[in-house]
Every structure is written in structure tokens, then in C-alpha cells.
């Protein structure tokens, strides 16, 4: 958990630098439980209405397919996703809606009308590549989902991660238990 709503205009990509700040430690019954808690303890709201992805190489598109599918399928959310994205899901058999990155190369809708919009409430946005300065690809989306207050994943093994904790508890199922029924007490030892 970094503040990037605090650095305006910063792209929301942590270096190793940045990946201790904010730490949360929480409990659980598996990881994936312990993981959303740690997630909620720092704001994340589940996606309710929509996610877009943008997965990056073709190989990061590959290794999500069932995690994809778990949206459509457990969580019965739809999927927006950018073109290369679209493209691996499809032949997949997987279901979305292809968006354009930027307004300049649409015709249609594009990923950055979606989070303006509300459609999409959960962004995961893994680079695939990066310019002559070094800047990863994807920029825009990760800065407009951050100055609309949406979820941000930029790491794929992340992503698929809360992808599987939130099909296998989801919002409904996370029970909340105090510390003495995860670490018993002195006297009771």
C-alpha cells in the first residue's frame, strides 16, 4: 500500500523502494483469507461492478485465464479489457468487452471512459513494455484509476492472488475473529 492519491501525476508503480511502505499484517484461516483482510485493513473495496485488465505480455494473459475466469464465472462480474488483453481472453473462450487505451487510438469505448464512468471498479494493470526513458506502458490507466479512488494491481502474481482469495471467500463469506481465536492465551496453554 503506497499513497500514490498524495503525488499527483506520479505513475502508481512501486519500486523495491516503495514495496515495504504501508505494510499490513493480518490473520486468517488460509492466505487467502489473511490476504483480505490485509487488503480491506487498507481501503480495498471488492469490485461489485466491473474489472479491467490489462495484463501485459503474452504470457501474463495466459497465466491469468483462470483467474479471468473466476470473474466471469464465481464473481459474475464482466470483464473490460485492452485490446491485446481482449485478444488472449477470446481465444480463450472467455468472455470481455475490448477497450482502447487511450482516447486517440478509439473508435469505441475506451479503458479510461470506463473507470470515469463507474463501469469497472477494480483495475489490474501489469506494463508490458517500457519507452526510451524507461516509463512502463499503461500509464494513464494506472494514474486515472488512482485519482478515481479505484483498486490497483500492477503485480500479476498480485493480481491472480486476490483473484483467488475473493472467488474462494468474497465479501459475504470473510468471517471476522479477534485475536485470542487465532493465537490462544497464556492461561489457556
Known amino acids: 500500500m503506497f499513497s500514490f492519491a498524495r503525488l499527483t501525476g506520479a505513475d502508481p508503480m512501486l519500486g523495491v523502494e516503495m514495496s515495504s511502505t504501508g505494510e499490513v499484517g493480518c490473520f486468517g484461516e488460509d492466505l487467502h483469507e489473511a490476504l483480505l483482510h490485509a487488503l480491506l485493513a487498507t481501503g480495498f473495496r471488492f469490485p ?3 474489472v ?3 495484463l501485459g505480455p503474452l ?12 470473474i466471469v464465472d464465481r464473481l459474475q462480474l464482466p470483464i473490460y479489457a485492452t485490446p491485446g488483453t481482449a485478444e488472449a481472453l477470446h481465444a480463450l473462450g472467455i468472455p470481455c468487452q475490448s477497450l482502447a487505451k487511450r482516447e486517440d487510438e478509439a473508435a469505441g469505448p475506451t479503458a479510461m471512459q470506463a473507470i470515469d464512468s463507474g463501469t469497472v471498479d477494480l483495475v489490474i ?3 508490458r513494455e517500457y519507452d526510451e526513458l524507461g516509463r512502463p506502458d499503461g500509464f494513464q490507466i494506472r494514474r486515472r484509476a488512482i485519482d478515481a479512488g ?3 494491481i500492477t ?6 492472488l486476490v483473484v483467488q ?3 474462494r471467500h468474497g ?3 470473510l468471517p471476522l475473529r479477534s485475536w485470542d481465536e487465532y493465537v490462544p492465551s497464556a492461561t489457556q496453554r
Request: charged residues 30%.
Open 155 to 160: 503485480d500479476l502474481e498480485l493480481a491472480r
Open 171 to 173: 465479501s459475504k463469506d
Open 125 to 127: 494493470n501489469v506494463p
Open 150 to 152: 479505484l483498486p490497483l
Open 48 to 50: 461489485v461492478r466491473g
Open 59 to 70: 504470457e501474463g494473459k495466459y497465466q491469468f485465464a483462470d483467474e479471468a475466469r473466476v
Open 165 to 167: 482469495a475473493l472467488g
Open 52 to 54: 479491467l485488465l490489462s
